[in-house]
C-alpha cells in the first residue's frame, strides 16, 4: 500500500497532464513581430531591426543557405551573389564559384545583377579570379545598392541603380514543408528575378546567368551538356573515382532562352572576357555542346519591357552528386557500399529526373513552402525571438546535416571551413537541437534508433558519435552522460509528439538497457547522483556529483517511469532512485542559489584521474601536483555554471515536469544571468576560442565563480559564450517567468549577428551552421508553453506573456495557436493537428474554431 502511495505521489509531481508553476507572472507584449520590425523602431543596442530588412553596414556578411537536408547548399549572399558552393558532401564556406546573373539593355548598359561588392572580400588570394572563383567577376558593373530581408526559408534582395531603367528584385528559396521531410531534402534551389521598368519608354532587355564549370574536377572529363532552356555543367566520374561525378543544372521556364554551351576556350581570362564583351553589347551567343573542356556556359532571355511593366525569369537550379569518399568509423560499411550517399540518390537516378520533378512540382512546393512561412512569421512573439529562430532554421539547409542513402538523418555538429567539424550527430550537441523533432518528426526518430541500435551494445554503453555509413560501433571510449541520459528523455519526446505507443514498445527495453547502464556506470552505490567521472559536452569529465548530469539523470529516471507505467511496467526501483537524487540535487548541490559540482577524485569505482581514458587530458608534472591541490583538471566546481541545471530544460521541453524544486531552479537561472550575462567583453580573459563574443560585445559566459574557488585550470571552454547555451537559458528563464531577463540575453546573442561582422544566418561554435543553436527553438515553448500531445491528442499551454499567436508544428500538420483573453484556439493551416481541447494550468478547455 505504501509503494501504492509513492508511485501515485510520484507520476503526480511528474505531471504529464500540466507542466509548470501556475502563479507565475505573465509579461504582456505589445505588438507583433511584423508591427515591430515595421514601425521602425530600432533596438537601444544596435541599428538593426530585428527581424527586418538587412540595409547599409548591416548587410556585409550575409549568406543565406538555399539546398536540401543533407542535399548540400549554396547560399544567396546579401548582395544576390552566389558562394558557400557545398554540394559535395564536404563543406566549402569560402568557396564562390564564378556565376553570375546579369541584364543587359538595348544602346550598351549592362550590369551583374548584384550589390557592391563588400569591403572585406577585397584583399586576398580570393580576387585572383585565374582559377574560376567569384572574385573573377567582382571587377564587372553591378548595381549600386543592395538591401536582403529573410523570412526562412525565402530570401528577398532589392537591387536599385539609379543610372539604371529597371529596378530589380530576387526572391531565392528551396522547398521547407514541415512533415514533409522529402521534399525538404531534394538538391534543388531557385532564383526569381523581377525586373520593373521605372523609365519612360520600352526597354529591350536581355537577362543572362553565366557560369564557370565548377563541377570540374583537376584532369578529368569534364563538359557542359544540353538541356530544355539551360544547360548542365557536368563532371564525369573515373574508373578509381566514383565520386567524381558531379551534375548542376541551371535553366529556366522561359521557351525562348537561348544558350551558350561552351564559352570562348583560351588562356588567362579569356572565357570571361569574352562573356563580357557579348553582355555589354546586348548580344546573345548560341553555340552547342563540345564533347570535352568546356570552360563555362551561359543561357540568355531576350524580353521587353513597356513603362511601369514587370517581368519575373525563374531561375531553377539542381544539382546530383552521387557518391562520396566519406567514411568514419572502425568497420563502417552499410548495404549500400563502404561510403555515404545521399538520400536523394535513392530517390532520383540522374540529374535529369532531379530537374523534370523540380519543374513538374515547382508551383505545388513553392505553395506549400510559402504557407509554413506565412504562418511561421503570422506571430505576435517578440522579433528578436522570431529572429533567432527563423535565422537558425537555415542550418538545416547547411552542410551540417546529412541524410544517407536509406533516409536516416546523420549530422555533423558544425561545418569546418573545408571539413566537417566533428562527426557522428554527437548526442551531447544535439540534444540541445529542439527544431527538427517538431518540425520534421520522422527524422528525429531515425536519430534515436541509431543511438540505441548501431550505437548500443548488449551492456547499454552507447557512443555518442555514430558511424558513416551508419553502422554498429566499436565501443573504446567513454559514453557521454549528457548524451546518453538525454536520449532517454528524448524517446519520451518523440512518443508523445508521435503518438506512436507501439514504436515506444519496440524501443523501450533497448531504453532499459540504456538506463540500467548509466546506473550502473555513474551512480553504481545508488545516491541518486551521477558522481564518477562522466565525459559531457565539454569534451572532458567531470570528476564527483555535478548539478548539471545529475539534472539530465533525475530526468531521465523520470521519462523512464513514465514510459514503463504506460506499459504496465514495474518502474518501482527508478522511482525511488529518483526521489533520492531529488532530495540530494536540492541539498548537497545547492549552495543556497545556485547548483554547484561536489569534485571528487577518491572513493570512486573509477582509477586515479592520471591513469583513466580522456580525451587531450594531459598529467605532466606540474599537473600532478595541481592534481593533489585542487583535484582533477577541467572540473567546476563551485562554479555557477550557465548549463548547471540543464536536465531541467530538457524535461520541460521533452512534456515533462523538470526534476528540482522550482524555486531552486529559478533561482540558478537568475543567478546565471546576474553573473554570467556580460554587455561588454572588453575586460573578460578569455584564452579559448574568443571569437564567439569578445571586444565591447555581450554574451553570456559557459561559467563564473562569484563566490570564489575557481580553478587554476577549470573545464575547458569555460570562458567561451556558445548561442546554443544562451537561448536555452533565455527559454528556460521565460519558461519561469523570467521574460524580460530572458530577451536580454536573446538580443545580446543576436546584436553579435547582425550582418556587421558575422553573418546573422550562420551562427558558429565549433563550426558553421552550429547545431547547438537549435536550442532556439525552445523559446517558442519558453514564452508560450505551447505544445501538442499527440498520445492525448491535446494542446498544452502555459503562456508568460500573456494573449499570443504563435506557430505550431506536429508530426501530421501545422498552424498556428493563439491564447487570447482566456480563450485557446486553433487555426491549422496544413495537414491535420487532431485536438479539441487545450490544457491550461491544470484546466481542459475546448479550443475555439
Not at 519526446?493 to 514504436?503: F, H
Amino acid at each position: 500500500m505504501k509503494k501504492s502511495n509513492n508511485r501515485r505521489s510520484f507520476l503526480r509531481n511528474m505531471g504529464v497532464a500540466c507542466f509548470g508553476i501556475s502563479a507565475l507572472p505573465v509579461i504582456a507584449l505589445g505588438k507583433s513581430s511584423e508591427e515591430e520590425a515595421a514601425s521602425g523602431k530600432p533596438t537601444p543596442e544596435s541599428g538593426h531591426r530585428f527581424n527586418d530588412t538587412y540595409t547599409g553596414k548591416y548587410n556585409n556578411r550575409i549568406a543565406f543557405p538555399i539546398g536540401g537536408i543533407g542535399a548540400g547548399m549554396f547560399c544567396l549572399e546579401g548582395t544576390g551573389a552566389i558562394s558557400h558552393m557545398s554540394i559535395r558532401h564536404n563543406p566549402e564556406m569560402f568557396y564562390e564559384p564564378a556565376m553570375f546573373a546579369a541584364i543587359s539593355i538595348k544602346g550598351g548598359t549592362a550590369r551583374v545583377l548584384e550589390g557592391a561588392v563588400p569591403d572585406w572580400k577585397k584583399f586576398g588570394q580570393r580576387d585572383a579570379g585565374l582559377g574560376g572563383t567569384g572574385g573573377a567577376t567582382w571587377g564587372l558593373p553591378r548595381f549600386k545598392e543592395a538591401t536582403m530581408k529573410a523570412r526562412f526559408p525565402f530570401a528577398d534582395i532589392q537591387l536599385k541603380d539609379a543610372t539604371m531603367p529597371v529596378q530589380v528584385a530576387i526572391k531565392g528559396w528551396s522547398p521547407f514543408i514541415p512533415g514533409d521531410e522529402d521534399h525538404a531534402s531534394m538538391p534543388v534551389g531557385a532564383l526569381e528575378y523581377h525586373f520593373t521598368n521605372t523609365s519612360s519608354k520600352t526597354e529591350s532587355c536581355i537577362f543572362s546567368y553565366n557560369a564557370r564549370n565548377f563541377m570540374r574536377q583537376a584532369d578529368t572529363l569534364h563538359t557542359v551538356k544540353a538541356m530544355p532552356n539551360g544547360f548542365i555543367l557536368s563532371q564525369e566520374a573515373t574508373e578509381h573515382a566514383a565520386e567524381k561525378q558531379g551534375h548542376f543544372a541551371i535553366f529556366t521556364t522561359e521557351p525562348g532562352t537561348v544558350v551558350d554551351h561552351c564559352w570562348f576556350r583560351g588562356g588567362w581570362f579569356d572565357p570571361l572576357t569574352m562573356v563580357w564583351n557579348t553582355l555589354k553589347d546586348g548580344n546573345t551567343r548560341s553555340t552547342p555542346p563540345v564533347d570535352k573542356d568546356a570552360p563555362g556556359a551561359s543561357l540568355f532571355v531576350p524580353f521587353q519591357l513597356k513603362p511601369g511593366e514587370k517581368k519575373v525569369i525563374r531561375l531553377m537550379m539542381a544539382w546530383y552528386v552521387p557518391d562520396s569518399k566519406l567514411r568514419i568509423g572502425d568497420n563502417a560499411t552499410s548495404t549500400f557500399g563502404n561510403y555515404y550517399k545521399p538520400w536523394y540518390s535513392n530517390r532520383f537516378k540522374n540529374i535529369g529526373e532531379v530537374t523534370d520533378y523540380w519543374k513538374k512540382n515547382y508551383a505545388d512546393l513553392y505553395t506549400k513552402t510559402a504557407l509554413f512561412t506565412n504562418t511561421f512569421y503570422k506571430s505576435s512573439l517578440p522579433p528578436e525571438v522570431v529572429e533567432a529562430v527563423a535565422a537558425n532554421l537555415t542550418i538545416l539547409k547547411s552542410a551540417t546535416v546529412m541524410r544517407q542513402y536509406d533516409g536516416r538523418f546523420w549530422c555533423w555538429e558544425g561545418s569546418g571551413d573545408n571539413w566537417g567539424s566533428c562527426h557522428g550527430t554527437c548526442t551531447h550537441v544535439w540534444n540541445y537541437a529542439q527544431a527538427v523533432p517538431h518540425l520534421f518528426p520522422r527524422l528525429e526518430r531515425s536519430l534515436r534508433y541509431t543511438e540505441f541500435h548501431e550505437n548500443q551494445n548488449n551492456e547499454g554503453h552507447q557512443g555518442f558519435r555514430a558511424n558513416m555509413p551508419i553502422s554498429p560501433l566499436v565501443h573504446n571510449f567513454h559514453a557521454a552522460a549528457d548524451g546518453q541520459l538525454g536520449g532517454i528523455m528524448k524517446v519520451y519526446r518523440e512518443w508523445r509528439i508521435s503518438g506512436d505507443t507501439a514504436w515506444l514498445q519496440e524501443m523501450y527495453p533497448l531504453v532499459k538497457v540504456s538506463m540500467d547502464y548509466c546506473i550502473r556506470t555513474w551512480d553504481p552505490r545508488g545516491k541518486g547522483v551521477v558522481e564518477e567521472p562522466h565525459h559531457n559536452t565539454y569534451d572532458i569529465e567531470f570528476w564527483g556529483a555535478t548539478g548539471m548530469c545529475t539534472s539530465f539523470y533525475l530526468g531521465a529516471l523520470q521519462a523512464f517511469a513514465l514510459m514503463g507505467t504506460a506499459l504496465s511496467k514495474d518502474v518501482s526501483s527508478y522511482m525511488a532512485l529518483y526521489e533520492k537524487g531529488k532530495q540530494q540535487l536540492e541539498t548537497s548541490l545547492y549552495n543556497g542559489e545556485y547548483f554547484i559540482q561536489k569534485i571528487q577524485w577518491t572513493g570512486l569505482n573509477a582509477p586515479d584521474p592520471v591513469k583513466a581514458q580522456s580525451f587531450s587530458t594531459q598529467y605532466a608534472d606540474e599537473a600532478i601536483a595541481l592534481l593533489k591541490k585542487e583535484g582533477p583538471k577541467y572540473q567546476y566546481g563551485e562554479g555557477c555554471l550557465s548549463d548547471g541545471i540543464l536536465g531541467g530544460w530538457m524535461a520541460r521541453v521533452c512534456g515533462m515536469n523538470e526534476p528540482a524544486d522550482p524555486a531552486k531552479t529559478k533561482s540558478h537561472l537568475l543567478a546565471v544571468h546576474r553573473y554570467n550575462l556580460k554587455k561588454d567583453l572588453s575586460q573578460h580573459v578569455n584564452p579559448q576560442r574568443s571569437t564567439y563574443a569578445l571586444g565591447n560585445e555581450g554574451g553570456l559566459l559557459l561559467c563564473s565563480w562569484p563566490k570564489g574557488g575557481m580553478l587554476s585550470l577549470p573545464f575547458v571552454y569555460s570562458n567561451e559564450v556558445w548561442t546554443g547555451i544562451e537561448y536555452q537559458v533565455a527559454s528556460h528563464l521565460m519558461f519561469h517567468g523570467e521574460v524580460a531577463k530572458g530577451l536580454e540575453i536573446v538580443r545580446a546573442c543576436r546584436q553579435r549577428y547582425d550582418g556587421t561582422v558575422r553573418n546573422p544566418f550562420n551562427e558558429y561554435e565549433c563550426g558553421h551552421w552550429y547545431a547547438r543553436a537549435l536550442s532556439s527553438y525552445g523559446l517558442l515553448q519558453g514564452l508560450t508553453g505551447l505544445r501538442y500531445d499527440a498520445v492525448d491528442n491535446v494542446l498544452h499551454i502555459d503562456s508568460r506573456i500573456g494573449d499570443f499567436s504563435s506557430f505550431l508544428a506536429t508530426e501530421k500538420g501545422f498552424g498556428t495557436v493563439s491564447w487570447k483573453k482566456g480563450v485557446p484556439s486553433l487555426q491549422v493551416a496544413y495537414g491535420t493537428i487532431p485536438a479539441t481541447h487545450a490544457i491550461v494550468n491544470g484546466k481542459k478547455i475546448l479550443l475555439s474554431a
